[in-house]
């Protein structure tokens, strides 16, 4: 259990970084402001869009009695944001990072140089148009495995008591766990570390994972919440990669090592599902 309160230390200890040097902090805003201002948009589309989409996809109730036709449609209605809420709060993280990918890279290496001894940061060697593809596919794959996992959630909700219950706990856990690895991403991808070994490390610190994560699914659900904590959360995934990867612990045991090698930061973990 130590391990949650470590992951939430992370993000407290994020959010102090960012707010000691307020310009990185101001730098990071962008991306997210500009996100959310299109998320918002989208939004307010599918609100009043909603009815008109339910009542072209359900013809067949159109002979119902005025009250049950209300009901009915009424409730999809809500069902439809409801699930466009979710999606938002599951890829808002994604498409910030995308969107910002410059900014947060810049964030993140500024971040492993003020808490490295010799002042330096890893670096992937790839051209900026390269990473930038790089980040793009994996971010699309994560949303996939998150869309899966928010479809089959949606349709749990509707078990009486589980879906009232378990069902949105276990909801804020793979959101956590899904914007933490969306966050890290930034700090792994210039360590070159793959997708697969992402997934495989966290596997392997669910509780720090989760620690991290679901305070930020939690607050993501407040409007204009998550612009704010984004460069936080992005400086606080950086120190968390650290950790994960072992690298404070072999800069004290071996100064001589240069934190910028890949082959002193690559990890050996083996995703059992790559096999």
């Known amino acids: 259990m130590r391990d949650l309160g470590t992951g939430f230390g992370y993000l407290l200890k994020g959010q ?14 962008i991306p997210g402001l500009i996100t959310f201002v299109v998320y918002v948009g989208a939004l307010i589309g599918l609100a009043y869009g909603a009815d008109d989409l339910v009542d072209w996809a359900t013809p067949f109730a159109d002979d119902w009695s005025g009250a049950w036709l209300g009901l009915f449609r009424g409730f999809l209605v809500f069902l439809v944001f409801a ?16 969107i910002g990918q410059p900014f947060y890279e810049s964030l993140s290496e500024q ?47 509707f078990i009486p008591v589980l879906g009232q219950t378990a069902v949105p706990a276990i909801g804020f856990c793979v959101t956590g766990f899904f914007l933490t690895q969306e966050l890290t991403s930034v700090a792994l991808q210039r360590r070159r570390v793959e997708v697969r070994e992402q997934l495989a490390m966290m ?3 669910r ?30 995934a950086t120190l968390m990669v ?34």
């Open 203 to 205: 596997r392997a610190r």
């Open 83 to 98: 699930l466009g809420l979710l999606l938002a709060v599951l890829t808002f993280t994604a498409v910030t990072l995308l």
């Open 207 to 236: 509780l720090m994972i989760w620690g991290f994560g679901v305070p930020i699914a939690v607050s993501f659900l407040i409007p204009f919440v998550a612009v704010f904590l984004m460069p936080g959360a992005v400086a606080g």
């Open 111 to 157: 971040v492993d140089k003020s808490v490295s001894p010799d002042g330096t940061a890893p670096e992937s060697g790839l051209p900026l148009l390269r990473e930038l593809w790089i980040s793009a596919r994996d971010s699309f794959r994560i949303v996939l495995r998150a869309t899966a996992w928010a479809v089959l959630l949606f349709a749990l909700g």
């Open 16 to 29: 102090r970084w960012v707010m000691g040097h307020g310009r990185w902090f101001g730098f990071g805003l």
């Open 242 to 275: 650290r950790d994960l990867l072992g690298e404070d612990d072999d800069e004290n045991e071996n100064e001589g090592d240069s934190p910028g090698d890949p082959a002193t930061v690559r990890l050996t973990v083996q995703d059992p599902d790559a096999r």
